[in-house]
């Protein structure tokens, strides 16, 4: 059997591709390693819920406010109004989405990709059979790369994809604390807590997220030499969660910005994280990643109805039109605060301020930049340009 496309990863942007690409009626492959778990702290914004049809049952806690935690223990929390941050647990999440795209008609396939072939039959996808252990070979008129951070598909085919810059993100999922428990130790099962602590991590920070019965404690870092499971302990003990039940470990690379191409101008095209797509700064990627799932379907519709070879650079084109100015603001704000302490200790401070709380959530929430209050966007501009010069101390509110 001849496909129209073969999706390489079943995570979300995978299985988001393969489902809108199935529902507009093409042959759709879908190919997946079983049993992987990304490390992820689970948030997912309300436009992720509207925009994907998200159920209930796959929210595992609602979050109302963030807790930043600056380096000498300063807590600023932050009420999200409005409305609430979902949490999901990625190893039922991923599934659900899958199973969704198999429903919608793409066949799934168990397996780790292993190359692309072509000859004058077309392109091939071979992959290895996780119940056999033997090679299979899949014909297709395009390959769709959503395989993760360290891509084989993006390193094989597509200018570039050998070099993505990324940070390596470790966490656990333990046995959340109840009652006495959880009031001892200060855990809210609606609160996420962001610690931005160079003992926890140099370059990033570490998270401590609630997933109902369960919560995802875990840090990020670029930098070489630093323990991911020595920070995490003491990201625990700091937390109060020392002594809570480990349930399991993972870790994997988060890239830190979007590649400069996203398609070989063929027969290929990547999506989520093989594309680079995690927002600089927070490091949330579950929107981004199925944002650019959907982006890459797009693409190769427009592909498969017009044979042109140039309509897979829509992919990068659509996404980076939407979501291009987030990014560069994110990623000014992570470059001028996670460097030092100190600068994170300014960060924090920054945090108490009641616009920036407003226009950030309101942000996060819609996945664009607020425009509607002018005078909060230049008050904040000050203030930013105060403390990055140093000119008010991290200590006033």
């Known amino acids: 059997m001849a496909y129209d496309v ?45 925009d994907f049809a998200i159920p209930d049952a796959q929210i595992v806690a609602r979050i109302t406010t963030a807790r930043m935690i600056s380096p000498t223990g300063r ?11 979902g949490m999901v647990d990625r190893e039922h999440f991923d599934e659900f989405l899958r199973d969704r795209a198999a429903r919608a008609g793409a066949e799934r396939h168990t397996g780790t990709w292993l190359r692309t072939e072509r000859d004058g039959e077309g392109t091939h996808v071979v992959y290895r059979d996780k119940a056999t252990g033997t090679e299979r070979r899949l014909t297709t008129r395009l390959v769709i790369g959503a395989d993760g951070a360290r891509s084989g598909v993006a390193r094989a085919d597509v200018p570039g994809g050998d ?47 609630p997933h109902g019965a369960q919560a995802s404690v875990g840090m990020g ?49 990547l999506a989520g994280d093989a594309a680079g ?26 592909f498969l109805r017009s044979g042109r070879a140039r309509d897979l650079g829509l992919a990068r084109r659509l996404f980076l039109r939407e979501h291009g100015t987030v990014f560069r603001v994110l990623r000014s704000m992570q470059d001028a605060y996670y460097r030092s302490d100190e600068r ?7 945090c108490h301020d009641v616009d920036v709380q ?17 005078l909060a966007h230049i008050k904040i501009g000050i203030k930013n340009v105060l403390h990055l010069t140093g000119l008010v101390s991290p200590l006033r509110t």
């Open 6 to 50: 073969v999706v390489v990863g079943g995570g979300p942007s995978g299985a988001t591709a393969a489902e809108d690409l199935a529902r507009a009626g093409r042959r759709v492959a879908l190919i997946d390693r079983a049993g992987r778990i990304k490390p992820c702290g689970g948030a997912i914004p309300p436009r992720l819920i509207a």
């Open 75 to 85: 807590a600023v929390d932050i009420p999200i109004e409005n409305g609430f941050v």
């Open 163 to 209: 070099r993505i810059p990324y940070v390596i993100a470790y966490h656990e999922i333990i046995e959340a604390p109840e009652g006495g428990r959880a009031a001892e130790a200060g855990y809210d099962p609606a609160r996420c807590d962001v610690v931005y602590d160079g003992r926890i991590s140099p370059d990033f920070y570490g998270w401590v997220f």
């Open 221 to 269: 870092t670029e930098k070489d030499g630093v323990s991911l499971k020595d920070a995490t302990a003491a990201l625990r003990r700091m937390a109060g969660l020392a002594g809570c039940r480990t349930v399991r470990r993972e870790g994997a690379p988060i890239p830190l910005r979007p590649l400069d191409r996203w398609d070989n101008g063929r027969d290929t095209v």
């Open 277 to 302: 797509v995690v927002a600089p700064s927070s490091g949330e990627g579950i929107y981004y990643a199925m944002a650019g799932g959907r982006a890459a379907a797009t693409a190769a519709e427009a």
């Open 344 to 350: 994170r200790e300014r960060f924090v401070s920054l």
């Open 358 to 374: 407003r226009l950030t959530f309101e942000a996060y929430m819609n996945k664009k930049l607020v425009k509607a209050r002018p």
